[in-house]
Structure formats: C-alpha cells, structure tokens
C-alpha cells in the first residue's frame, strides 16, 4: 500500500484559494489519488479522484506532476463551511483486494 | 438517487453485550465496507462485502463480523462488547470491490458503558 503524507494543518481564510499537497513517494503504476472531506460526525465525502495531469470538478482540482509522487487538491475560493478534514488516498481498485488505508489527514479551518 | 443509510443512528449498549448495526448501499452498488472512527485511531478499515461475500478484512479480532445479503444490505455484528469498542461505525458502499471512490453513510455512533 502507498503510504501517504499530508499536513496535520492548515489555516485559510474566506475567500481564498487553498491547496493541500499529499506525498506518495512509492506510488505503485495502477493506483489512482483520491481525496475525500469529512466533517464533524459525519461519514467522509468523495470529492475527487485522478490518476495524472489535472482533475477539475464543480468542487475542486486535482493536480498531479508526471512522476505522481505528489498531488495537490485545490479548493478555490474557500468559504467557512470548507472547514473540515481532507485525506487523501492513494490505491487502485484493479487490485480488488486492497481496502481504502485512511491516514490522519489534514484538518483545514476556514477564518472569517 | 437515495444515500447510504444506516440504522440506528445511536446506541448505547453495556460492556459484555453484543449489538448488530445495518447499512443500506446506494442502489446499484453491491461493495459495502465497514469502518470504525475513534479520536485516537481515525478511521479504520473493519471488512469489505461483495455479492454476500467477505472480500477484504482489516486488523479486528474476531468479536467483529459482518454479512451481506442479496439485495447487498449488510449488517455488522461486535460481540462481548468492550468499552474501547465505543466508536462512530461508518458504513460506505460502492459500485465495484475495492473501489476507491466509496459512498459513506451517516454512521452509527455506539457508545459503551
């Protein structure tokens, strides 16, 4: 399983772009980058999912350099109810036999 | 298209006691995993059922167990209850094993005194 590594924290404030960056230094050929968002006492929610170059969706933007050791989530123009904890997955489901490892991720707190 | 569902919501339950939790999947999905959420430990891996199958186990012992029905319900069972067993229980399904885009439903926030 590729082990990831994110920020424990980050601060932003409303209005901003914030990106989080995950590195996944021994990234296997068939694993795709999955970010998801959880709020308190609530199940996690998929936000986006790539496997190289650029992902963009109505929520946020996946960014993954060539070598996919890194990715980069980008929320833009963050509001207060972005605070939240983002993990960021890194796992193929060709494997089929591989379950979802959920590492600590990083709790971003959106400032007014 | 309705969410994942589980039932209860809360519960509270006596050391030694065993209790079983539901989880309803999205239509059409027939992966259902299981998943405990504590402070100390985040969010760990509990199983995985595919077409009523266990397909995928993570590090529990066996006090923790689970099925899958054909209508791709699944329940998931703690027996002997301890007071650590006390969690959010997160039930998440998806369309294909081991997909990594999963559906998570509310949970199930058990508390054991």
């Known amino acids: 399983l590729a082990k990831t590594t994110q920020p424990i924290s980050m601060d932003s404030y409303e209005g901003q772009e914030v990106n989080i960056t995950c590195s996944h230094n021994?990234?296997?050929?068939?694993?795709?980058i999955t970010w998801y968002q959880q709020f308190p006492s609530q199940g996690p929610r998929f936000i986006i999912q790539?496997?190289?170059t650029k992902v963009t969706n109505e929520v946020a933007s996946l960014f993954i350099p060539a070598d996919r050791k890194s990715s980069t989530l980008s929320l833009p123009r963050v509001s207060l109810s972005d605070t939240a904890v983002y993990y960021c997955?890194?796992?193929?489901?060709?494997?089929?036999?591989?379950?979802?490892?959920f590492g600590k991720g990083t709790r971003l707190s959106v400032i007014a | 298209k309705a969410g994942v569902t589980q039932t209860p919501r809360y519960l509270i339950k006596t050391r030694g006691q065993q209790v079983t939790l539901s989880c309803s999947p999205i239509s059409g999905h027939r992966s259902v995993s299981w998943y405990q959420q504590t402070p100390g430990q985040g969010l760990q891996f509990l199983f995985e059922?595919?077409?009523?199958?266990?397909?995928n186990k993570g590090n529990f012992p066996g006090r923790f167990s689970g099925r899958q029905f054909s209508n791709s319900r699944s329940e998931m069972n703690v027996s002997t209850l301890e007071l650590g067993d006390s969690a959010l229980y997160l039930c998440?399904?998806?369309?294909?094993?081991?997909?990594?885009?999963?559906?998570f439903g509310p949970g199930t926030r058990l508390t054991v005194t």
């Open positions: 021994n990234i296997a050929t068939n694993d795709y």
């Open positions: 790539g496997y190289k």
């Open positions: 997955l890194v796992g193929s489901w060709n494997s089929g036999n591989t379950p979802l490892v």
């Open positions: 998440a399904s998806s369309l294909r094993q081991g997909d990594n885009e999963q559906y």
């Open positions: 059922y595919f077409s009523e199958t266990q397909r």
